[in-house]
């Protein structure tokens, strides 16, 4: 059965009925531009085809019911009197996504509905920017206000930042709200522009799921964003988007060495996000991957948010023929990677990358092809 079919069946069953809308919303990888999006820099995510759907129909009074099929749970809220977040984590990705637009002035009416999906929860996805963006989608369908990819982007973002404690950047919620079908979308994290360009022929993108998740990312994570912040305001420019290598080159030794590190991370990565841009438009990708690889090791060794499991999952991708490169991809210290392959012979890839994975650390990797699809829509009727 679809996630699609999955919902549909479970509101039959709930509410007698049909519902008057399915809508969905991606979760992503991001190909090169990792840690960059908080630093007003340069991201190149791509929407895969795992996401969250919700089966609704609009209700007359102003109340939620949400129905959660993968938690087997339950809610309902007033739109008027929203609960505070409880540490039933799902219902507050609703409830967030509501107060962020309400506080933005958008009218809002209730629905009720089934929420399902199949981005795995914890492994890198973004399956909590799928959640608040379908959210989003939903409102959307029943109340009358105008549907602007940024706009519901940033929403979605106020509400995982204030309403769930979670300093993220934007190109989580970006790619779900903006993603597009085969093309990977290279996204200013200032402007919040975006350009699009098609994997380079004959290859596809791997997700590799190392399988491994690990706590304390959130306190990892703010600490990099403060120390990038901290090299921003050394060299008295908003971002770290504002330093070029060159001035970078001349002014490096005034940094501490971890603070220089940092900086040489976001620096580098910018570029060469910017340069990943334009191989894939020349179809080259034996420079993407070497942008690919070269990304890694600068996450590993200069912004230390790689582990064990994700080196070593990616070492074996890299040292397989049918690979152009591969990289963690997402926050880090577990999760997932991404590699660029041939198309041909896939199959085999895979198997050889899950046995030397297994190999040399013991853990059972997901190993997917993922195509890329489009970012937040309704998709029935
Ligand atoms: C997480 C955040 C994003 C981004 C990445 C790292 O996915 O939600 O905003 O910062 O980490 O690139």
Not at 5 to 21: H, I, K, L, S
Not at 50 to 78: C, G, H, Q, W
């Amino acid at each position: 059965m679809t996630q699609r079919e999955r919902v549909q069946t479970r509101f039959r069953a709930e509410f007698g009925d049909e519902p008057a809308c399915i809508v969905r919303a991606p979760g992503r990888v991001n190909l090169i531009g990792e840690h960059t999006d908080y630093n007003d820099g340069f991201v190149f995510p791509m929407a895969i085809d795992r996401a969250t759907y919700i089966a609704l129909r609009p209700r007359a009074d102003n109340k939620v019911l949400a129905i959660s099929l993968d938690m087997d749970d339950r809610r309902e809220f007033a739109l008027d009197a929203l609960p505070s977040p409880t540490e039933t984590k799902w219902i507050d990705y609703l409830v967030g996504v509501a107060w962020s637009l309400q506080e933005r002035g958008y009218d809002l009416r209730g629905w009720e509905g089934v929420v399902g999906g199949d981005v795995p929860i914890g492994s890198g996805l973004s399956s909590s920017a799928a959640l608040e963006l379908t959210t989003a989608r939903a409102f959307y369908e029943v109340s009358a206000f105008e549907w602007d990819a940024r706009s519901m982007a940033l929403a979605c973002q106020a509400a995982e930042n204030a309403w769930l404690g979670v300093q993220c950047g934007i190109m989580d919620q970006m790619i779900s709200a903006a993603g597009l079908r085969d093309r990977a979308l290279l996204i200013d994290c200032r402007s919040l522009e975006t350009a699009s360009a098609p994997l380079p022929p004959d290859t596809v993108m791997v997700i590799l799921d190392t399988n491994t998740r690990r706590g304390l990312v959130d306190s990892a994570y703010n600490e990099r964003r403060a120390q990038c912040e901290a090299a921003a305001r050394h060299f008295g420019v908003k971002a770290l988007r504002d330093v070029d290598g060159d001035l970078f080159a001349r002014r490096k030794q005034e940094l501490a060495p971890v603070m220089r590190a940092r900086a040489r991370h976001v620096i580098t990565e910018n570029e060469r996000t910017l340069r990943a841009r334009a191989a894939m438009l020349a179809g080259d990708a034996a420079t993407l991957g070497q942008l690919m690889i070269a990304s890694h090791i600068s996450l590993r060794d200069d912004f230390e948010v790689s582990s064990p499991a994700l080196d070593a999952i990616v070492a074996c991708a890299n040292a397989d023929a049918a690979c152009y490169g591969a990289r963690m991809t997402g926050a880090g210290f577990g999760g997932c990677a991404v590699a660029l392959a041939g198309a041909d012979g896939v199959e085999s890839f895979l198997a050889r990358v899950g046995a030397c994975y297994r190999d040399a650390t013991g853990n059972e990797p997901i190993l997917t092809v993922t195509g890329a699809s489009r970012g937040a829509e309704k998709i029935y009727p």
